[in-house]
């Protein structure tokens, strides 16, 4: 018991989280300063799940009849033809080049077909359309409010004019009502991100995702705790304003509007060099390095703000080189467009193939059940 309370106690020392001379009394709230206080960090949680009721909501009985309304479909265009041997096969592991060969010898088939399976199956496990439209628009949904509701709060706060009002005066810095509100629910927000990406639409970037909730999580609760909600709230307002225009992009993109979605991508694109590699390193991360230090006396919770600030900007830049490498190819690929041909065969290759797969499937059901009626 005595041990716990000593790494308790050493955990939430002063001199860990404030600068040096001033304690936890200097800014406790009270009835003329309402500080942050670090209790209040356990209201996220239910929140969080308030939110993703909310969610569930919109999307049931707003986001799932617009979409419809625009044509989308809640179906999958190609479903793989039913085999047991290939189902077994399919969710009892992972399946290398060998166990295709040797799957395509049992079943007489090529490996090719074998392979397109599989594509096929992985494909069934994957969200429609629908659902995939329902996500965004929620995600749409939500940064537009949060972009707009700390634009207009932060709009007549002193720090968003002039950055060095984030450590002048530091510590003694009061949360008001809406910042806090912006606080609590962003970080809700995240939190939900976080409990229901397990759930959503799986990417090729899930862990990258998972690691920005997480180090958002614990960027906003450090800067909660230690009081920096000003410079918190300045990097709140930056992250938001590009991922409105992604959303909105890729809804674009499952309603089959491609030249919007091309054009709210490039907005996309030029918001998020300039907010996400321009004003997020250039602006905020040099005040936190270069100016808070000629302002403030450092200390270590500091450094552990300005290291997952750093954090967050690597993912911004491999992120930032992936966009890059999509608006790219989107680029070349636009300029193919004229030339169908490769296009039209892939079509015929296709259906051929899935002709040639249920006559396969069809055939093997056939021996199977001739082999049980003979026995």
Known sequence: MNTLKNITSAFWSPDIWLPPNITWEDIKPNSENKYADYQHLIFPVPMAFILLLMRYTLERNCFSPFGRSLGIKNTRTKIAPPNEILEKAYTSRKIKHKQILALAKQLDWSERQIERWLRLRRSQDKPSTLTKFCENSWRCSYYTYSFFYGLIILWNKPWLWDIKQCYRNYPYHSVSNDVWWYYMISMAFYWSLSISQFFDVKRKDFWQMFIHHIVTIVLLSFSWVANLTRIGSLVLLVHDSADIFLEVAKMAKYANYQKFCDFVFVIFTILWIVTRVGIFPFWIIYSTLIEAPKLVPMFPAYY??????????????????????????????????????????????????????????????????????AH
């Open 304 to 373: 552990v703000f300005n290291t997952l600030l750093c954090l967050l900007l690597i993912l911004h830049l491999i992120w930032t080189y992936v966009i890059i490498k999509i608006a790219y190819n989107a680029f070349y690929a636009g300029q193919m467009e004229g030339d169908i041909r490769s296009n039209s065969s892939e079509d015929v290759s296709d259906a051929s193939e899935n002709n040639a797969l249920v006559n396969n499937t069809t055939n093997y059901i056939n021996k199977r059940s001739s082999r049980q009626k």
